[in-house]
């Protein structure tokens, strides 16, 4: 059997915030076409290590690799350079500006009219786009003028997931932190089907959750951290939820360090 090589490989990567350890020698790679649930308790790691990935933070100690060949990712620009996106629990959507508005921020297309070439917003080619980048992720939106403010909590994720794909040529890897936290069981399934969707169209999925039920649902491997080292990656389908559970509260079934 072929062995399928990472598109995003961090080796041994540390961080330390003053006198406190973050992270120590944690592992973590991300594979084509999979989904990859990262989990564990609250201050195990999880954001600290996705933030080094999208560079937020710089690791003190370790190296990312990107198709097998080292990076320094210093910035969220590089890292969507190397087609990595980062949804975050909060969404970042502006609740007062339309869809439309949304999908473009940061990134507003503009024609130029008249003798002094004035730029202005181009509405018609951000709509276009909007429509585009909304059937691409099977998001259906009745009004993409409405304000994000009034769409439920499944449509404000593909709002957020349609900015992401917009924002980057080419995504490689979408990281959804907590993507189906505080959604009733019908918005999750639009999510869940949303990471479906990316999946099939060759899109990585790193998902951070403590929602164990939601995990076990599209993951096709988990890395548990605890205290900020890695316990195992395994593949899903190998674990049982209270196996995991074990894992991340240190219990004697998932005690031991593994490696994938």
């Known amino acids: 059997m072929t062995e399928v090589k990472p598109i995003i490989s961090m080796q041994g990567i540390t961080k330390h915030f003053g006198g406190v350890t973050a992270l120590e020698d944690v592992d973590f790679d991300i594979l084509p076409d999979e989904v990859h649930a990262l989990v564990g308790d609250n201050g195990a790691g999880k954001s600290t290590l996705i933030k080094i990935l999208c560079g937020v933070h710089m690791a003190d100690a370790g190296k990312i690799l990107v198709d097998g060949s080292p990076v320094h990712i210093t910035g969220p620009r590089d890292a969507r350079n190397y087609g990595i996106e980062v949804i975050y629990q909060d969404l970042a959507l502006v609740d007062e500006f339309n869809v439309v508005a949304n999908v473009y921020l940061g990134k507003e297309l503009t024609s130029s009219i008249g003798e002094q070439n004035t730029s202005i917003l181009d509405e018609r080619r951000m709509r ?129 360090s593994e490696k994938a």
Request: charged share 25%; aromatic share 4%.
């Open 128 to 256: 276009e786009g909007t429509k585009s980048v909304l059937e691409r992720v099977k998001m259906f939106i009745p009004d993409i003028r409405q304000r994000v403010y009034y769409l439920s909590g499944g449509q404000r994720q593909g709002v957020a997931i349609g900015r992401a794909v917009n924002a980057t040529q080419k995504i490689r890897v979408l990281i959804m932190d907590e993507p189906t936290a505080a959604l009733g069981v019908e918005e999750k399934e639009k999510v869940l089907n949303l990471i479906r969707t990316l999946i099939e169209q060759h899109v990585a999925i790193v998902v951070i959750s403590h929602n164990l039920e939601d995990v076990f649902q599209v993951a096709d491997r988990v890395t548990v951290l605890r205290n900020g080292r890695r316990v195992t990656t395994v593949p899903a389908s190998q674990v049982s939820r209270q196996d995991v559970v074990g894992y991340i509260v240190g219990a004697e079934a998932g005690a031991s």
